[in-house]
């Protein structure tokens, strides 16, 4: 399997996060997160840079398979439905990890220094559907109108999905945030 | 005048974005900042807890006039009318303040750390025109997606406004971004 067997990663997050909920995140190092995946902290390194990437390493994949579902909507998609078509894309990578990213988002409510990482995360992901949107043609602002008002619905809805009592279908949460943007929006 | 003559903190803000332009944030010192104003040190802590409020500090006026805005918007008004009356009500606080918006605004773009703190604003005031729409009667989650779509407004015609070759109306900019979210979101 090249660099480790296919699920040490998954083993070294589980941990990572078992212990920043227990802990804290300031009051886990590295070392404990190794030990309680059973590996070495040279393991965790070949993995992760630090211990924030733990929680923040997904977020070059989520970036790609947005500014794609962007960039692959159909021709005649105005730019919100590009954008919307771009969630819809992402929504997938969230099947089967409500209760991880329940767990995730629990130890970034508890820690202001990582709010600030994921805001930065959000402003990042809306400047490349800005710019995926330019690249299908569309003029500013509506370019950036439209990736803002889209990146607000993957925020809105997301928390709407991680913090509901029963997990449920991300990408339903997608479209009914959508639809209420419409409303809220368009009058 | 009771804390000092009403231009000293004029005079201070001038001053730091001066030297913030010449120097980098980072690499001036509040004792410079007072030198060049021809003040204290201890006259600059009179009006700023260190050398980051002289950007942030107006943030807070900022956050009250929107959040009075959208409060005092008619009651027919829907929840992203309330926003805009909302934008429309700060908008004459950067009368008269382009220049200064502008220096202001090339300070952050040269300093990753400016930055965060802007979104961390931007996140703030978000929170807050949500809370002032829910107090509207506005169930969720359409108080939070008309805050972030607003928001996004706001953003995306400040940069408009600050950026351009010409000192231009805010609040016609605000207006035109409202227009474009409409036709953008609505369909």
Chains 1, 2 share one sequence.
């Not at 924030?52 to 692959?72: H, I, K, N, T, Y």
């Not at 767990?103 to 820690?111: D, S, T």
């Not at 009592?165 to 959508?178: I, N, V």
Request: charged share 25%; with cysteine.
């Amino acid at each position: 399997m090249g660099r480790g067997e296919p699920n040490t990663r998954s083993r070294l997050e589980r941990a990572a996060i078992e212990l920043y909920l227990e802990r804290g995140f300031e009051g886990t190092t590295v070392a404990e997160i190794a030990a309680r995946a059973g590996l070495t902290e040279r393991t965790f390194f070949r993995y992760f840079a630090d211990k924030r990437e733990v929680l923040f390493g997904g977020s070059a994949e989520l970036q790609c398979l947005l500014v794609e579902g962007v960039a692959d909507a159909p021709a005649t998609a105005s730019p919100i439905e590009a954008v919307a078509a771009g969630l819809a894309a992402v929504a997938p990578i969230f099947d089967g990890r409500w209760s991880g990213a329940r767990k995730r988002q629990a130890v970034i409510n508890a820690n202001p220094e990582l709010q600030e990482r994921e805001l930065i995360k959000l402003a990042t992901l809306a400047s490349a559907v800005t710019e995926a949107l330019r690249e299908r043609g569309v003029a500013e602002p509506a370019a950036s109108l439209a990736a803002q008002a889209g990146l607000g619905v993957f925020h809105v809805a997301f928390q709407l999905w991680v913090t509901a009592p029963r997990k449920s279908d991300l990408a339903r949460r997608f479209e009914e945030s959508f639809a209420t943007l419409r409303i809220v929006a368009g009058s």
